[in-house]
C-alpha cells in the first residue's frame, strides 16, 4: 500500500501560510527564487517550527516578506541561513541551481569514468593521500581500460594526491592517473599511467545477484548499491532467482548504499520478508504543520506490498508486477560507514518482524528524509504555474521515519560482528573469499559473533575521503512527492 501527498495536500498547507505564495501575486521577478526557497521551507521543513524566520506569522504583509528576502544576494545565502543547527541537528538538507542533474543523479546518472574511489594517508605522515579503487561501474572508461578494485593511484596528471587537492585533480572530465604499488602503507609509483575520459553512465543499482552454496545452505547474495526506482524491475527480478532456487539463507550487500527512495526500500523489506500488506514498514513525522492538517493517522503510514507498481511524473504506469519474496524469517546484512537512510530504513523496519544480523561496521545514522520542491504553486514538477525562469531545486529535510514500534537509530546501527574493509586486501566482489562476505557466510553457518578467522592486515588504515561524497544523492532518502 503506498501512501504519497497530494497536489491537493500541498495547495491545503499553502493556504495555510500566513503568507501566500502564489505566482499570481506581485512579487518581483528578482525575488522569485528566494520567494520559492522560504515559501517551501515554510511548507515542508522539518524543524519549521524552531526557525524564526520560518514561522507563519512572521511577516504581516507581502511588503515585509519581499523586502526580507531582499535581504540575501542569493538564494544559497537564504537556504543556509533558514537551516536549523546545520551539521549538528540537520546534516542533510541541500540547494541546487541545476534540477536535471539532481533529478539525474536521483536516478543513478551521472557523469563519470566508472571508479569509485576512497583515499587513505600514507603511513609515513607526510600528509599525502593515496587513494585505492573500490569499485568500478561495468561498461565504463574505467572498466574497459582494465581498472580493478584494489588498484591504488597515487598520482593524477603527474600530482601527487593530497586530501587539499584530490577534488580538484579529479574533478575534470578527464585526467590520466598514475598506479602505485601498496608498499605497507606508502605506496610507490610502479610506472604504470591510464587516461580516463568522462561520461554520462546510468548505473544498474542491483550490482550482484548469485546463489553460493555452501553446505546444506543455500545463500543468496545481492549486493545493492542505490535504492533507485528505475532499477525496481531488476530487484524483483533477483528475488525471483532466488525465490525459484530455493535459498535457505539471504545476504544484503549494502556496504556502499547510501540510500534513496522509501518506496524502493518499502519493496525491497517486502521481497526479503513477505509479510502481509497489513503489517506496517514505516511512519512518517513531518513538521507540526503538516501533522495537524491531517487528522487520518494511517495516511502517514508505509505499509509492506504485494505488489510493485510505479508511475511516471505523469500518472503513466512504469511497472505493475506481484512481489517476488522469498519468505524468510532471517537475513543478513553487510554494513559499513557508507551505509546510509533508506538502507538503514531497510534494516528498521524489518527488525519488529524478522531476525535481522549486521556484517561489518557502524552505520551513518540517517533516520531523515526529504523531499524535492520546485517551484511551483504545489512545489511539484508538473504543479500549476512552473516557474521556467530558472532551474533551482530544494531537497530539505522534511521527516523522520521510524518502525512500526516508533524505533530508529540516528547514531546509526552497530554490527554484532565487527569487520573493517582492509584497503589492502580488499578482494572481489561476489566472491566467496572477500573479507566481508567470506565473515558473513561463517556467521551464517556457523553462529559464531567472535573474531573473524580471517586474515588481516596488522596495517588497517582509515579512509579519510570518498569520491561519492561529491554526489547530489550522496547519503540520501527521500519520498515522491506526488
Not at 502481509?276 to 513525522?285: A, E, G, R, Y
Not at 537512510?341 to 535481522?356: F, K
Not at 521510524?402 to 574493509?421: A, H, S
Not at 586474515?455 to 519520498?479: C, F, G, H, P, V
Request: hydrophobic residues 35%; aromatic residues 10%.
Amino acid at each position: 500500500m503506498k501512501k504519497y501527498f497530494t497536489s491537493k495536500f500541498l495547495l491545503l498547507l499553502i493556504i495555510s501560510a500566513a503568507i501566500s505564495c502564489s505566482k499570481s501575486e506581485d512579487i518581483p521577478q528578482e525575488l522569485e527564487i528566494n520567494d520559492f526557497v522560504w515559501g517551501g521551507l515554510n511548507a515542508y521543513y522539518k524543524w519549521q517550527g524552531e526557525v524564526p524566520d520560518l514561522a507563519d506569522n512572521k511577516f504581516s504583509t507581502r511588503e515585509q516578506l519581499n523586502n526580507y528576502l531582499a535581504g540575501f544576494s542569493s538564494p544559497n545565502d537564504l537556504f543556509n541561513s533558514l537551516i536549523y543547527r546545520p551539521g549538528e541537528v540537520d546534516r542533510f538538507s541541500w540547494i541546487v541551481d541545476d534540477y536535471v542533474a539532481h533529478n539525474n543523479s536521483l536516478q543513478g546518472i551521472r557523469s563519470t569514468n566508472g571508479m569509485k574511489l576512497i583515499g587513505v594517508r600514507y603511513s609515513d605522515g607526510s600528509g599525502n593521500i593515496f587513494i585505492v579503487v573500490r569499485d568500478v561501474i561495468p561498461g565504463s572508461d574505467a572498466d574497459t581500460k582494465g581498472i580493478t578494485r584494489g588498484m591504488i593511484i597515487n598520482e593524477v596528471n603527474g600530482t601527487q594526491l593530497t586530501s587539499a587537492n584530490v577534488n580538484g585533480l579529479l574533478d575534470p572530465d578527464s585526467y590520466t592517473i598514475s598506479l602505485a604499488d601498496y608498499n605497507g602503507g606508502n605506496p610507490v609509483a610502479n610506472g604504470t599511467t591510464i587516461d580516463l575520459v568522462k561520461e554520462q553512465i546510468q548505473e544498474n543499482a542491483v550490482k550482484i545477484a548469485k546463489v553460493i552454496t555452501q553446505g546444506a545452505n543455500k545463500i543468496g547474495y545481492l549486493m545493492y548499491n542505490q535504492f533507485s526506482t528505475p532499477y525496481d524491475g531488476d530487484l524483483n527480478n533477483a528475488f525471483a532467482t532466488f525465490r525459484n532456487e530455493g535459498i535457505t539463507d539471504l545476504i544484503i550487500d549494502l556496504r556502499y548504499n547510501g540510500g534513496g527512495s522509501v518506496r524502493t526500500a518499502t519493496y525491497l523489506a517486502s521481497m526479503i520478508s513477505g509479510q502481509p500488506t497489513t503489517n506496517v514498514f514505516s511512519q512518517q513525522i513531518w513538521n507540526d504543520k503538516v501533522m495537524n492538517s491531517i487528522s487520518n493517522r494511517d495516511f502517514f503510514l508505509n505499509y509492506f506490498t504485494d505488489r510493485l507498481r510505479n508511475t511516471d511524473a505523469n500518472g503513466q504506469v512504469i511497472i505493475d508486477e506481484p512481489i517476488n519474496t522469498v519468505n524468510l524469517s532471517s537475513v543478513y546484512f553487510i554494513v559499513t560507514g557508507r551505509t546510509a537512510s533508506a538502507s538503514e530504513l531497510v534494516i528498521n523496519g524489518l527488525l519488529p518482524y524478522i531476525d535481522v544480523n549486521l556484517v561489518g561496521t557502524q552505520t551513518v545514522g540517517k533516520q531523515v528524509g526529504s523531499i524535492t520542491l520546485y517551484d511551483s504553486d504545489d512545489y511539484t514538477r508538473t504543479g500549476p504555474n512552473f516557474n521556467n525562469n530558472h532551474t533551482w531545486a530544494m531537497q530539505p529535510i522534511v521527516l523522520e521515519i521510524q518502525n512500526k514500534d516508533g524505533q530508529n537509530e540516528p547514531n546509526g546501527y552497530t554490527p554484532e560482528v565487527i569487520l573493517e574493509e582492509d584497503v589492502a586486501n580488499l578482494g572481489v566482489l561476489g566472491d566467496p573469499t572477500e573479507p566481508l562476505l567470506a565473515r558473513t557466510i561463517q556467521y551464517i553457518t556457523t553462529g559464531s559473533r567472535g573474531s573473524s578467522i580471517l586474515s588481516r592486515s596488522s596495517s588497517l588504515q582509515k579512509t579519510i575521503w570518498n569520491s561519492e561524497m561529491k554526489n547530489l544523492d550522496y547519503n540520501n532518502m527521500y519520498i515522491e512527492l506526488k
